[in-house]
């Protein structure tokens, strides 16, 4: 008999998950509240773990193809002066992508089997009966699975309903995140400058673009902040070297994304009889390590690993959780962490920490990163 299986959510790690799954030769179900699949979001990177995870699930080529890889990462102080670097020429586990979000989403989009995404469909809840596992639908309407794969986000109504004590948390910093034209400017790096002031990103995609985010310390919900638009965020953020200034210039109003930064506070358990929970409704991070999206196709990376090699689901959620419970939270706190530190404000105490950023040596951070980014599969 054909194993039933429901994905809520048709974010990164839902339609990743579906793409592997169907590598095996599942056919799953994936129901998206949004009425219709709109090109959102800004700019993302996609270290060596997230590639390794696309070339297990099939779609590595097809990815890469939509991206730009980058070749270094600095960090700088807020007068341009280098506090850390990683050039990774030649390294694959230390390769990082940079893409739209809205093109990875394409991508994936594109390898769904046609009728397997439900749209307008909004999960409130699920119930296990021993059986199946039944997704409520706020229309009144329900489904029975045989599985529930639950990656329905930060606010995942499937995780509240399971875990009601497990609520996002605010990490103490609001976002704002844009892509502008580079035009003239030149821009090969990918760039983090840390200052009292803030933090700026800048990452070059593909088509003359840069992706862009802009980082300040903020009570949550901040009603000023809220408001701010790409003339406020130039206001604060002048003063940073070039060519911070000249980003932000060239961002049309209507491309300002703003986002209070929240995470999950680490789960005790992600498998709960019938139903799995993936991605962010799982192990929302903070994107101060850029492994948001690289958790999610890490999960269905796993995930897909377990059942190529046994088709036994029980076995495969016991599985799944023993080799992604402490992974994932590992990342969640190191994220956290690291934003307290690039988020210090007090000057004396940012300066000490750049100079003993500047002590460490490159092979240090590489050796980090390189723990950080391997997979099991």
């Known amino acids: 008999m054909e194993t039933t299986i429901a994905i809520t959510g048709a974010g990164i790690a839902g339609l990743a998950t579906a793409i592997g799954l169907r590598k095996l030769g599942y056919r799953p179900v ?11 979001g800004a700019g993302l990177t996609l270290a060596a773990n997230a590639l390794k995870s696309l070339e297990k699930i099939g779609i590595r080529e097809q990815t890469v193809a939509a991206g730009q890889m980058i070749d270094e990462l600095k960090i700088l102080d807020g007068k341009g002066k280098l506090v850390s670097h990683v050039h990774k020429p030649g390294n694959p586990d230390l390769d990082i992508l940079a893409i739209h979000r809205a093109d990875l989403h394409q991508v994936l989009l594109d390898q769904l089997d046609p009728g397997s995404l439900c749209l307008g469909q909004q999960v409130t809840g699920v119930k296990n009966t021993g059986r199946k596992a039944i997704l409520e639908f706020a229309n009144g309407s329900e489904f029975a699975a045989d599985r529930v794969l639950a990656a329905d986000g930060i606010h995942s109504p499937i995780r509240r309903s399971l875990l009601p004590d497990a609520q996002p948390r605010y990490a103490g910093y609001t976002c704002w995140r844009a892509i502008s034209e580079a035009g003239d400017l030149e821009v090969k790096a990918a760039t983090e400058t840390w200052s009292p002031e803030g933090r700026f990103g800048i990452v070059p995609l593909t088509g003359n673009r840069i992706y862009w ?17 790409v003339h406020s965020v130039l ?3 002048s003063r940073f070297h070039d060519p911070i200034p000249a980003v932000i210039r060239r961002t049309p109003t209507d491309q300002l994304i703003h986002s209070d930064i929240c995470d999950l506070s680490p789960l005790p358990r992600y498998r709960f009889d019938r139903v799995l929970l993936m991605g962010d409704a799982a192990h929302a991070t903070t994107p ?13 990376a796993v995930l897909t690993d377990i059942l190529e090699k046994n088709a036994d689901w029980d076995a495969a959620f016991v599985q799944f ?29 940012t300066g000490i920490r750049n100079n003993l950023f500047r002590m460490m040596p490159d092979s240090a951070g590489q050796k ?10």
């Open 30 to 40: 994936i129901f998206e509240a949004a009425p219709a699949i709109k090109p959102l």
């Open 213 to 229: 985010f802009a980082v300040v310390n903020a009570p949550e919900q901040d009603p000023d902040r809220k408001n701010w638009t």
């Open 235 to 237: 206001g604060h953020f």
């Open 288 to 300: 101060n390590m850029g492994q948001g999206a690289c958790q999610a196709l890490q999960d269905a």
């Open 321 to 349: 959780e023993k080799r992604r419970l402490s992974r994932a939270n590992q990342v969640v706190n190191t994220s956290r962490m690291l934003g307290r530190i690039a988020q210090m404000q007090h000057p004396v105490l």
């Open 368 to 377: 980090r990163m390189k723990t950080l980014l391997s997979t099991d599969f």
